[in-house]
């Protein structure tokens, strides 16, 4: 069975394809605006699964797996900055301080129509960011600007982190590669 994932971002199908299969990534169609007092997990379980049945109609036999991303800060979801100078102020604002990461995941197989869902939780503490130092990040790491809170884990963005308390440092990265292996185990992928 065809499996893809339903996603243009190049970290995402990084992380998936350490599993090994033959994964096809297609860009899904799916606003990811948060609906009013919905929760940071909420939305990020509602885009995930939004995401991947989306491509239902294009294949109708095949293992879709939706990812998506909510920080949340003081009660406030983080999604990815409108511009540059957007970005430099999330970041500043959320410098010094522990930022809680949602990442949702949901498996659709379409011919089945069964949707199984994982999520992952990382808390990151970052180093305190003054603007000079966001700006600076922002001309170096300009992908980060793809990202919830204008940040990323890997590469300069390490800089940024202090701390980080997950259970899959994966989902950190958009993918709960741990809970997916589970997943795709439950449809009979074979991993090892």
Not at 12 to 32: K, M, T
Not at 83 to 103: A, D, I, K, P, Y
Request: aromatic letters at 2%; hydrophobic letters at 40%; a negative charge.
């Amino acid at each position: 069975m065809q499996i893809i994932l339903a996603s243009t971002s190049r970290y995402r199908r990084e992380i998936v394809s350490r599993l090994g299969l033959a994964i096809d990534a297609i860009a899904p169609i799916c606003d990811e605006t948060p609906l009013p007092g919905e929760s940071a997990l909420a939305t990020a379980r509602r885009l995930a699964r939004t995401k991947a049945e989306s491509l239902i109609p294009a294949h109708p036999a095949a293992l879709i797996i939706g990812s998506d991303q909510v920080a949340l800060l003081d009660g406030t979801q983080i999604g990815k900055p409108r511009s540059l100078e957007h970005g430099v102020e999330m970041l500043t604002w959320m410098g010094g301080r522990c930022v809680v990461f949602h990442s949702a995941l949901a498996l659709v197989n379409s011919a089945s129509g069964r949707v199984q869902t994982c999520e992952g939780i990382s808390r990151v503490t970052l180093r305190p960011i003054s603007e000079r130092q966001a700006r600076e990040y922002l001309r170096r790491e300009p992908d980060a600007l793809n990202c919830a809170g204008a940040a990323k884990s890997e590469g300069l963005g390490g800089a940024l982190i202090e701390r980080i308390e997950s259970d899959d440092p994966n989902a950190l990265i958009g993918v709960p590669l741990y809970g997916l292996v589970g997943l795709l185990q439950n449809e009979g992928v074979e991993i090892l």
